[in-house]
């Protein structure tokens, strides 16, 4: 029944509706794959044993819903009604959530069985999964390195083979690096193409999704999330009416791609494995028929790190003021790791002006970036700038964590800019490296098109799949 877990969503849907697997089975299979790797991943703060075996019982044969039995995880930073949610922080205490996000709500009429929740960085500030409260998850294929972040335990357990999808969301690569780190499917979604509601407001830079073994997946639980729900602030252009699985499977026709190496990070350095991969997926796409040209991307000489600060530091702030409200008094240092304190001191240091001015030159240069690539259908990068760094690397912890930031920004360059310009963007595991890690390219799409990247991303699967790759455990 493990084995069950490692194939396509999609498929052990099709094997309940059937009745060849039971809802009971499949769910029971994850929960024992869970507790045999949690103590070596540790991808989970929260297994939710009752409550999923009771969702999963009440599932029968012949069951329409999309996902109907099919065990999913939710990153915790997501409310789930009556489960925890600890932000990956000890400041949250043992606060259980009294209500579904929407887009838990979603999942649910799905037919998903939540089987728990999966672990995260304090905050979700860094592109590792180190947090102080519950310890490091572990990337499966090497279990000295990370699994990336933010939702590194979603990728983890998806790689592992806990469930077979696993929820996150993307506010400066969030899902596309730990899909990189664990050789997954990984898409970043448009801005606004998910509702953060009912808790959270107009989110500039962070977008909800999914980590899946396949295209295919990634295509069917976009049409099952995205869409506004009622009293959201902004949303994405409506989706298209044939729904993304559809498009998904529709040859793309001969796309204009862009090969983009130049980093928006400008001290920034690529490891040749990961250009390499680049240029071999480059080559890919032209034996595919597509026209590929090496191009310098609008991106460099603009130092927006600061800017990009000045924005994320008080999304970080208001989070841990959350924290503080639930616990009933003012934060203090101690509540949370140094990284996160800096953060929160450097929010509450900046005025008024200076967050929104930042806010401004963000989507002022997000509007030239866009109108500058609008002569290509695709942009191809590197998915990271460096292999998986080892556990430990990058932190929150350490008396000068800043540094540490900013070392996180060098590992990861090429993501966070797409969350700044509100397009769409896809990590894919194409190749594997010598040192045994998954080795994944970038596609970054028009705005609001993510069927463009879609229907390309099956091309790319078709001509070289991934899916017999899987890490030993």
Known sequence: ?????????????????????????????????IDDLQPTINAFTHVAYDSALAAADAIEPGDARPFAGVPIAVKDNRPVAGMPLSMGSELFGDFVAGHDAYLVRRLREAGFVIVGKTSMPEMGILPTTEPRRFGPTRNPWNVGRTPGGSSGGAAAAVAAGMVPVAHGNDGGGSIRIPAACCGLVGLKPARGRVSVGPDGGDSFLVCDGVLTRSVQDTARVLDVLSGPEPGDTTWAPPPPAAGYTA?????PGRLRIGLAFNPPLDDATVDPVCERAARDAAALLESLGHHVQQIIAPWSGLNLLPDFTRSFGPLVSMTTWMGGQIAGREPVAGDVEPLTWALWEHARGQNTISYLSAQGRLESVARSIVQALGEWDVVLTPALGARPVHIGEVDGLGPDPMVKFRKSGYFT?????????????????????????????????????????????????????????????
Not at 247 to 251: C, F, K, N, P
Not at 429 to 438: K, M, S, V
Request: aromatic share 4%; glycine share 8%.
């Open 413 to 473: 360059p090429f993501t966070a800019i797409v969350n700044v310009t509100g397009q769409p963007a896809i990590v894919l595991p194409l190749y594997q490296g010598e040192d045994g890690l998954p080795t994944a390219v970038q596609l970054i799409g028009p705005p609001a098109r993510e069927e463009v990247l879609l229907g390309l991303a099956r091309q790319l699967e078709a001509a070289l799949p991934w899916a017999d790759r899987h890490p030993t455990l």
């Open 1 to 33: 029944m493990s084995d069950l877990l490692l194939r396509p969503a999609t498929e052990l849907a099709a094997l309940v509706r059937s009745g060849d697997v039971s809802a009971r089975e499949l769910v029971e299979s994850s929960l024992r794959r």
């Open 247 to 251: 498009l998904g499977e529709v040859d």
